[in-house]
C-alpha cells in the first residue's frame, strides 16, 4: 500500500504537471471501489477550479473553489497523467477520468479497488480526514509529542507510529526502517521507552521519509508515479525484505508478525 513518501511523490509531480486548472469533464467508467463512487462527484467537479492539490497523510486533496476531492489509493491505485484526454483507449481497472480545460487529463487505475474517491464541501468533517493525527513531517511531530503518547499506552512502538490518528503517513515500510535506524526493537512497549529513544525515533522517521521522498518512494509491487516510473528507495531498504542485517557482524533477521504485520529487525543491532 502506497505510504506517505509515495503519495507525497505523485502530489509533487500533479502539482509540476497540471497548468490547467478548470475542469471540463469528469467521466467515471467504473464505480466500484471500496466505497462506491459518488455519481453526484461528476456536477460538483464539473467547470470547478483546481485551487491547490496537498497531501494528507496517505490522502491526495484536490481542493477546488467550493469543495475538495479526496483520493485514497488503496493498495494498487495509479493516477496517470496525460498531456491530451482525445484518442485514449481506456483501459481494464481505470475506474474515472478528471479531464482539464487545456485537453490534459487523470485517468485512476485500481486493480484491486481498495482505493476510494470522495467528495466534501467541509474537508474538516470527513470521516477518513478528521481524526487523522499529526503529519511526522512537521514541527507539531517531535519527541515531546510522542513521547507524551507512548508512556501512557502500552503497545508495540511500532504500533504506535503506525496509528494513523497518532501520526499520519507512516505504514508497514517506514516504520520498520525507522525503528532500526533509531535501533529499537518493533515490539518494544511504548511506555518502557526513554525520552531518549522517543528522540531517536522522531529523527529517524524524518530522516527515513525525507529520504524515500526523494528517492520517489518504494516500489515493492504495484506503485508507479504519473509517468509510469517505479519508486527506488527499495534499493535504500536496510530491513525491510531482507535476510541479513546491513550491519557488519551480517546477521540474519529476525521476521515476526506484530499487529498481523510482517516486522523485519535485527537482534543485535535493535534493543
Not at 466500484?32 to 496517505?58: A, M, Q, T
Request: charged share 25%; net charge positive; with cysteine.
Amino acid at each position: 500500500m502506497p505510504e506517505l513518501p509515495e503519495v507525497e511523490t505523485v502530489c509533487r509531480a500533479l502539482k509540476k504537471n497540471i497548468k490547467s486548472r478548470e475542469v471540463s469533464q469528469f467521466k467515471i467508467f467504473n464505480r466500484n471501489l471500496r466505497w462506491k463512487i459518488d455519481s453526484k462527484i461528476n456536477k460538483c467537479v464539473h467547470k470547478n477550479i483546481l485551487l491547490e492539490i496537498i497531501r494528507k497523510g496517505k490522502y491526495l486533496l484536490f481542493v477546488f473553489t467550493d469543495g475538495t476531492l479526496i483520493i485514497h489509493l488503496g493498495m494498487t491505485g495509479i493516477l496517470k497523467f496525460f498531456v491530451s484526454y482525445k484518442n485514449l483507449k481506456i483501459e481494464n481497472h481505470d475506474h474515472y477520468q478528471i479531464i482539464f480545460k487545456d485537453g490534459t487529463s487523470i485517468i485512476y487505475n485500481d486493480v484491486r479497488k481498495f482505493g476510494s474517491l470522495h467528495w466534501s464541501n467541509k474537508i474538516e468533517n470527513n470521516f477518513l480526514i478528521k481524526n487523522l493525527g499529526v503529519e511526522p513531517l512537521s514541527n507539531k511531530f517531535n519527541a515531546d509529542y510522542l513521547y507524551g503518547v507512548g508512556k501512557k499506552r502500552k503497545v508495540a512502538i511500532k504500533n504506535l507510529i503506525m496509528n494513523q490518528k497518532i501520526v499520519t503517513g507512516i505504514g508497514n515500510i517506514y516504520a520498520s526502517e525507522s525503528l532500526f535506524l533509531a535501533k529499537i526493537q518493533p515490539n518494544k512497549k511504548s511506555n518502557r521507552l526513554n525520552q531518549q529513544n522517543y528522540i531517536d525515533l522522531v529523527s529517524a522517521v524524518k530522516k527515513v521519509l525525507s529520504i524515500a521522498i526523494r528517492k520517489g518512494g518504494t516500489t515493492i509491487k504495484d506503485f508507479k508515479t504519473i509517468d509510469g516510473k517505479p519508486g527506488y528507495f527499495h534499493q535504500e531498504l536496510s530491513v525491510y525484505g531482507r535476510e541479513t542485517c546491513p550491519c557488519e557482524l551480517n546477521i540474519k533477521l529476525k521476521k515476526i508478525k506484530i499487529n498481523g504485520r510482517t516486522s523485519f529487525f535485527c537482534g543485535k543491532c535493535q534493543k
